[in-house]
C-alpha cells in the first residue's frame, strides 16, 4: 500500500505516515493564526502565548518610537532586555526578525523567531562558547548546558537570562532558544490552535500585529490582548464566557465598567481603552479602542488589571 507523505507550507515535513516528523525550516511568515498552527499543543505550551510581526513592529518604531515602546519586546519579553547583549555576544539582532513567538512560562517555555538573518556568524559565534554541536534536519543545534540547569558562571550567563540559552537551534530563516532542548521541538509538530480556548480567542483577535494569550487559571478567566498595527492603530482585549448567552451579559457589564470605573491599581479604564467599542463573538466579548499609546493593554494583563475585568462567579 503506497504512503503519502505531507507537507505543510507552515514548515513542517512529515516523512511518511506514522513516522516521526523532521525538522524544517519555514520560508514565510503569516499572521498569529498561522504562527499558532505551527507550535505543539501541550500544557505548558497553552498556558501563556506572545507573538509578534516584528516588521510591523519596526514599522511602527521608525515612524514613532515612543509609540512603539509598550509593543516592541512584544513576542519574546522574556529575553528583549538582553537585546543589545545579545547583539554583541552573537551577532544576533533580534529586532531585524520578521516574527516572534514565545509559548509557555519560564522555566518551561520556547521561544522562535522567524526571518532571514546571518545564522553563519551566529554559528560561528556559538562554537566559540564551545557549545556542542549537532544537526537535526534543516537546522544546527547547539547545546551550551543540561537540560534547564542554571549555572550563574556558564557559557550563556553573560549574554541572556539564566538557563534561556541552554538549547539553542538555528537555520538561515529560524532561531530558537529554550531551557530544554525538548522543547525545541515544541515548534515541530501539532498545532495550539487544537486547543477550543487559544482558538477562539485567537480567533477573536484576528488580524493583530502583536498578541499575548493567557489561559484560564483558577478563577482568572481566559484573556487575550492584542494590537492591530496600521494607519489606525487599534488595541483589542478578548475574554472568553462560558457560554453565548454569558458573552451577551458580559458585554453590557464590561460596556458599563469601561465608562466610569477604574482598574485595580487605579488607572480609569477610559484612559487604557479611551472610546472602547464592546462586542460578542460567539461565546468570546471583544473590545476595541484606539489608544493614543498602542500596546497599554499588554501593559494592564501584564498588572492583573484585565483578570480583574470580570467576575465569572
Not at 534547564?148 to 529560524?174: C, H, W, Y
Not at 460567539?282 to 470580570?310: C, H, N, Q, W, Y
Amino acid at each position: 500500500m503506497k504512503r503519502t507523505c505531507l507537507i505543510l507550507a507552515a514548515g513542517l515535513t512529515l516523512a511518511g505516515c506514522g513516522e516521526s516528523p523532521v525538522p524544517t525550516a519555514a520560508t514565510t511568515v503569516g499572521g498569529l493564526a498561522l504562527a499558532l498552527a505551527t507550535v505543539e499543543n501541550n500544557d505548558d505550551s497553552r498556558t501563556y502565548v506572545e507573538y509578534a510581526d516584528l516588521t510591523k513592529v519596526a514599522a511602527l518604531r521608525d515612524k514613532d518610537a515612543r509609540k512603539a515602546r509598550m509593543v516592541e519586546f512584544v513576542g519574546y519579553s522574556g529575553i528583549g532586555d538582553y537585546r543589545i547583549k545579545i547583539k554583541e555576544e552573537l551577532d544576533l539582532d533580534l529586532t531585524a526578525f520578521k516574527e516572534a513567538v514565545t509559548v509557555g512560562r519560564p522555566p518551561t517555555a520556547s521561544a522562535r523567531f522567524r526571518g532571514a538573518y546571518d545564522n553563519g556568524a551566529v554559528n560561528a559565534k556559538l562554537s566559540g562558547r564551545k557549545a556542542t554541536e549537532s544537526k537535526s534536519g534543516d537546522f544546527t543545534v547547539w547545546r551550551t548546558n543540561e537540560d534547564d540547569k542554571i549555572e550563574m558562571d556558564g557559557p550563556m550567563s553573560d549574554v541572556g537570562p539564566l538557563n534561556q540559552f541552554n538549547a539553542i537551534r538555528t537555520s538561515p530563516t529560524e532561531f530558537t532558544h529554550s531551557a530544554s532542548g525538548a522543547r525545541l521541538g515544541w515548534f515541530d509538530q501539532g498545532s495550539l490552535l487544537d486547543d477550543p480556548t487559544i482558538k477562539t480567542l485567537a480567533t477573536c483577535l484576528d488580524d493583530v500585529s502583536a498578541a499575548i494569550i493567557q489561559a484560564a487559571v483558577e478563577r482568572r478567566p481566559a484573556v487575550a490582548a492584542g494590537v492591530r498595527i496600521g494607519d489606525d492603530t487599534t488595541d483589542i482585549v478578548c475574554l472568553r464566557a462560558k457560554s453565548e448567552e454569558d458573552a451577551g451579559e458580559l458585554r453590557k457589564q464590561l460596556e458599563a465598567t469601561l465608562k466610569g470605573a477604574k482598574t485595580a491599581s487605579g488607572t480609569p479604564w477610559s484612559k487604557i481603552l479611551p472610546g472602547a467599542t464592546v462586542e460578542t463573538v460567539g461565546d468570546t466579548v471583544r473590545i476595541s479602542a484606539k489608544s493614543e499609546t498602542p500596546g497599554m493593554v499588554f501593559s494592564a494583563l501584564s498588572r492583573g488589571d484585565l483578570d480583574m475585568l470580570v467576575n465569572f462567579e
